[in-house]
């Protein structure tokens, strides 16, 4: 880091210096080191900021300028025969279109460069990794569901995140609803938002892509889903199986959050806190820290305390896992330790739904 640095110096003196004794443009000396030395500066914070771009961004953007100075070329032959005597205008035209063609590829280029797939034209583009398939489609209901930050901050989300412009655009509808509960909602996954393009590990991107003549923001998903040949992640059971329906893969935090549901089988001990009493005579009603129900015998006496259950069965149902268990006081220890602060939150997120379910085996 030192050496660049004096390298870097270096470079600005030598500029500075040429640009001092020769003075371009018939400059005068003091000025004349004042242009080099801030072509110098100006020279050094283009190279810090190119080396921060991907390789297949500086391809874009350079096969995006070169396009673009060609069609400017192009251009200008037709315009010098169009206007042959007029001598000013023409010649600033020509200037206008070169830098106007020349500035619109390199921008665009750099911004489509990320979907380029080096991998497939080997050679030493052969150790690019990145496919097609590890671009990630945010939806609306998963930014604002949340729980695909906790997902990206253990390292299981990877390759690049995309966040399509219009998707943006019905985030900030939400955060700007006349309804408060909407608008705070809109508003989280604004904080989302931000939350995940701070994490280092991941490269976020907005694409500006869109499909005006399609309404429908899901669909809209769906014909971009299509196009990059990518995945949707989404909470959305909708959108999950229209997406299915049209063969494009879906990753669903949902179906994860299932997955990641602890296993218990038949006999095995467990510990839990009793939050409430059963809908049964003597039944104690507890919730493990993702959510899960459960439902033990014996335990109506054990309201707010921690004690060791017999599992008895497990059940699924349509709203998720039940277990069933029993809590026998011979056998059975007793830890009086106050319940967590999730524990608490799972209650109050499940008192409605989980009071509205039968525990009947």
């Known amino acids: 880091m030192k050496d660049l640095l004096l390298i ?39 190279e810090i900021r190119v080396k921060e771009v991907s390789l297949k961004r500086l391809i874009g953007a350079a096969v995006g300028s070169v396009l673009g100075i060609f069609g ?62 590890t671009f990630k489609i945010l939806d609306t209901s998963v930014i604002i569901d949340g729980r695909i930050a906790d997902i990206a901050e253990t390292g299981f989300l990877d390759g690049i995140v995309v966040i399509p412009q219009f998707v943006l655009r019905e985030l900030q509808l939400v955060a700007d609803s006349a309804d408060s509960m909407k608008r705070n909602r809109g508003r989280r996954g604004l904080d989302i938002l931000q939350r995940i393009q701070k994490m280092p590990q991941l490269n976020v991107q907005i694409l500006e892509d869109d499909f005006p003549h399609i309404r429908d923001v899901d669909m809209k998903l ?24 049209h063969g494009v893969e879906v990753l669903n935090i949902n179906e994860l959050a299932n997955a ?20 049964e005579y003597n039944q104690g009603v507890a919730y493990l820290d993702d959510g899960t129900m459960v439902v033990v015998d014996n335990a109506k006496r054990m309201i ?9 069965s497990v059940l699924q149902t349509t709203a998720g896992k039940m277990i069933f268990g029993r809590y ?34």
């Open 8 to 46: 870097r110096t270096l470079f600005v003196l030598l500029l500075t210096c040429a640009s001092l004794f020769i003075q371009p443009f018939g400059v005068p000396m003091p000025w004349s080191g004042a242009i080099g030395l801030a072509l110098g500066l100006v020279i050094v914070f283009f």
């Open 222 to 245: 769906i014909e971009l889903a299509k196009t990059y040949d990518c995945k949707i992640v989404t909470n959305d059971f909708n959108l999950n199986k229209v997406a299915q329906l």
């Open 72 to 133: 400017a070329f192009l251009m200008s032959l037709v315009l010098s025969r169009a206007l042959p005597n007029n001598q000013n205008t023409v010649p600033f035209v020509q200037i206008g279109l070169l830098l106007w063609m020349t500035y619109v590829g390199l921008v665009v280029g750099a911004s489509k460069g990320d979907m380029l797939n080096l991998a497939a034209l080997g050679g030493i583009f052969g150790g690019e990794k990145i496919g097609k398939q």
């Open 260 to 279: 990641l549901k602890p296993i218990v089988l038949p006999g095995e001990v467990m510990r839990v806190f009793i939050l409430k009493e059963g809908k």
């Open 328 to 361: 026998d006081e011979k056998i059975h220890a007793i830890h009086e330790k106050a319940p967590s602060e999730r524990h608490e939150r799972i209650h109050k997120e499940q008192q409605a739904g989980a009071a509205a379910m039968p525990p009947t085996r």
């Open 304 to 312: 707010s305390k921690t004690i060791d259950i017999s599992v008895t």
